[in-house]
């Protein structure tokens, strides 16, 4: 019987355990948790697309199944940050238009030259120091850093702090340490959220809290617009940067594909969508059914855990051939490494662009990128549902 979760035995493709769920029925399959619970695996691209578009699908921590101790902790003790990812409709639909607009194509486009600016800048620096480099801390957090900045308009000066606390929140193993960040970083967003309900101006932040304000549909306090606030500094900050770095470990243990892409730039935009597919940082996401669902022939119970395996889905021959492959020709539009749903990443247009102008950088200002340590001795955070590479050595 299948179980949650497994530690990959290589990194950068899902475990053996759950590509064999592509093979059943529907390509979802019941199992049972630690706590004698009964859930359920989704792995296919069709089921894991079906079930997070279904309004039936919770994703209310205080009804999800814990997936630690600390989890444990905070579901005994009600404490759940109110934030977007954690509201079920028609109360997650309110909050997200409340921010939705900043995150359109349109506004994606209108930051490329700030983002080709700084970006450009960074990997010049890196090219400034001379090989070999590590890619995750002078290129792959700078750049989450400054993207996220921007985003939220806090003030350059600030960067360099959110990085380091960033780092230390996703780093989840150092106790003390990561509370710490966790509770000083709180602290610096709930000053900056005084400030701009005091004093509005034209940014995400302000119009967030202007609107709430105003709002006759949905009732958040001060401290659930901190809780938002947190969520889409985190949010936009982890996966980035772990993305960042997978990206250039592409670039770097593939490099026809880096010359390819130098060669004929116009591929850009697929291959991002294809290094997303083929990685799909986000392996997992956890829901509860809040009704009986009847699915493929299964039934899934109310109160029944759901687990959404994003990255397994990727990897479906029936929907893209040769899976395991990085093919920067195939079109991949359809991945589901944003999710899928009411969910689905809010961000997904900003970090395209993101991706194209930063890895561009890359390939461009690095050629003869490779890698400057064994594969197979990368260090990754191989048990966070988010996964990267903690360090990455490079060398041209």
Known sequence: ?????????????????????????????????????????????????????????????????????????????????????????????????????????????????????????????????????????????????????????????????????????I????????????????????????????????????RMIVKAKASKEIELSDADLVDNAMFLLVAGHEPSANMLGLGVLALAEFPDVAEELRAEPHLWPGAIDEMLRYYTIARATKRVAAADIEYEGHTIKEGDAVIVLLDTSNRDPKVHAEPNRLDIHRSAGNHLAFSHGPHQCLGKHLVRVQLEIALRAVAERLPGLRLDIAKEDIPFRGDALSYGPRQLRVTW
């Open 1 to 169: 019987m299948p179980s949650f979760p497994v530690r990959r035995s290589v990194p950068d493709t899902p475990p053996a355990e759950h590509l064999e769920l592509l093979k059943e029925s529907g390509g979802v399959c019941p199992f049972t948790m630690e706590d004698g619970r009964p859930a359920w695996l989704a792995a296919s691209h069709d089921a894991v697309r079906s079930l997070l578009a279904d309004r039936r699908i919770s994703n209310n921590p205080a009804k999800t199944p814990p997936f630690s101790q600390r989890e444990a902790l905070q579901k005994e003790r009600g404490q759940f940050s109110r934030h977007l990812f954690n509201m079920d409709s028609p109360e997650h639909d309110v909050a997200r238009r409340m921010i939705a607009e900043d995150f359109t194509p349109r506004h994606a486009e209108a930051v490329r030259p700030y983002f080709e600016e700084v970006f450009g800048e960074i990997v010049d620096e890196v090219v400034h120091k001379g090989p070999p480099a590590e890619m995750i801390e002078s290129f792959a957090f700078p750049v989450a850093t400054r993207t996220i900045c921007k985003v939220l308009d806090i003030p350059e000066d600030d960067c360099e702090y959110f990085q380091k606390r960033t780092e230390q929140i």
């Open 171 to 206: 780093e989840m193993d150092r106790g003390e340490e990561n509370l710490e960040a966790v509770v000083e970083l709180r602290r610096y967003v709930d000053s900056v959220m005084q400030q701009r309900t005091r004093k509005p101006g034209d940014d995400l932040l302000s």
